[in-house]
């Protein structure tokens, strides 16, 4: 098959519709497992006043072990991204909060850094490491409602597994669109999706959760505000395993409609004025309405999604691209539930490199360097740049204080992704990938989203947390100080 059938098969895959959010899903491995690539990750220097006992985990009740020679560790050890896989020396498939106390209790006592995997989708494979030991919460899976407008979700249940149960009570948390995330990583990196800028992100919507923290200890956020708003957007394998959450629901919309557009064989220039334009029009949307631009190769996809009645606004909005676009596919009013399943995704792990490339204000932040963007990924098949809707409720005041994600006052955020079938193929996509990665630098994007992380963020730690870090470094240093819980972009202590 060329390399254009593979990218196009690819591509019609996962057009349900299209962002990382919307693109894939599900961690089910159907692949064989390929070789090792990434360097074991360093001892940890354990505290041992911290250790008052020593820990049999493999004879624990409340934990099941996988070494590899295990015939179940193949399948575990893989995450979504088979770009990025890793050989840890134990898996600890934890049962309750208590085994997932004696599994970090046991990793400080043998010296092995700990990852922690929920849903497995980290772009970068940051739940899983080499050499040390991965606490697996796919048993994590209990949805318990407490009354009809809090529901506690343990982080191990898929966002598939969320809208199942929610949505016939009539109920919608602002999430991720892909049917195959978890919600603990989706959660506490942030969590946007089509219903964030009526609600806010998935992490404003956390109330109260548990933590088993680096030391072993089991924390209630409840007891410490300061670590509850760390959580909310810098959480993600940091500071402890998060082993239950809380969450606050809204009444769900009777229904979702989708607006979509097509253009083709777009030469630079008309792919930057579409840019452009939309970049106006998506920015007056209300609340309700979700909107992406997708630019694969030389042809452009726009969806506009909304679930309350079409604003003037968005009426504007049809008009200007039914002249700009080659093709308007309109829909019509659909029930809910059917209509999130179309995002679900695929099901199995892939090859792909997916980077945030940048949160931005305007189409100003893109314009120093966008040309020349437009220019390369309309000559590499497969390798897409999108656009996405932030902004409305996400940039509230209030969130902003609970929570330590710092981009809400910018409300677009841009998303660069290569999908491929074997690692050869990937290496000119990725080549290219990350020279955009370079001219969008030096253009002036400097802020990143952490849920779509990338190795190569030389100055990761303000991009993704801007004025905030200093004081996650401090949480850092209260709960796990001697950095068990830890990978490549961790906070440092
Ligand atoms: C196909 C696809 C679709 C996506 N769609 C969206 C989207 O619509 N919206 C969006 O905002 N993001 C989206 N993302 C990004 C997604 O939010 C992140 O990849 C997220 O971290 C995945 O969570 P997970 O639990 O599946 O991943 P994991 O790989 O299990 O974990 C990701 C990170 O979170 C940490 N972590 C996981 N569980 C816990 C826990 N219980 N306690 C502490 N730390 C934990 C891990 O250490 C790791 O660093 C998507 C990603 C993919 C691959």
Redesign the pocket.
Known sequence: MSEFDINRRTYLKITGFL???????G?KNTHSPQPIINEPTDPIIPDEKAIETVIDLLNSKEVVVLQQSDSDYELKRM???LRVPKKPKYIALCKSTKGVSEAVKFARQEQLAV?????????E????NNAGLVID?SL?KAIKWLDKDNVSIQ??V??AEVYDNILPRKRIIP????G???????T??????LFSRKYG??CDHLEEFT?VDGKGNIIQSSDDKELAWA?RGG?????????EMTFRTHEAPNWFIRHRFKAYNLTTERAKQLLEAWFTYAGQLPGSCFAAFVLNHKTLTLLITDFEEQSPELTTMIEQFTLLCDKYIPDTKKDLAPSLKKYY?IQHSIF?K?ACAGLYTGFSDVAPSIEKVIEIVGNTKGLIFQVNTLGGAINTDAFETISCFPHRARPFMGELQAYYDKPAQGTMQIERFQKIQKLLKTGGVSAH?R??PDLDFEDWESAYFGNNYPRLQAVKRKYDPDNV?R?EQ?IKI
């Open positions: 962002t990382a959010g919307f693109i894939l899903s961690c995450g979504f991204n990852a922690i995997k929920s849903g497995g989708h980290s772009f494979g940051f739940s899983s919460l994590f982080p191990g898929t966002l999430m991720g669109s892909c195959g995330v978890g919600v603990g990583g989706l506490l990196g942030g969590g946007y999706g992100l998935t933590m959580c959480g993600n394998g940091n500071f402890g395993v998060v082993t995704g792909f997916n989203y849920n779509y819980i990978h961790s």
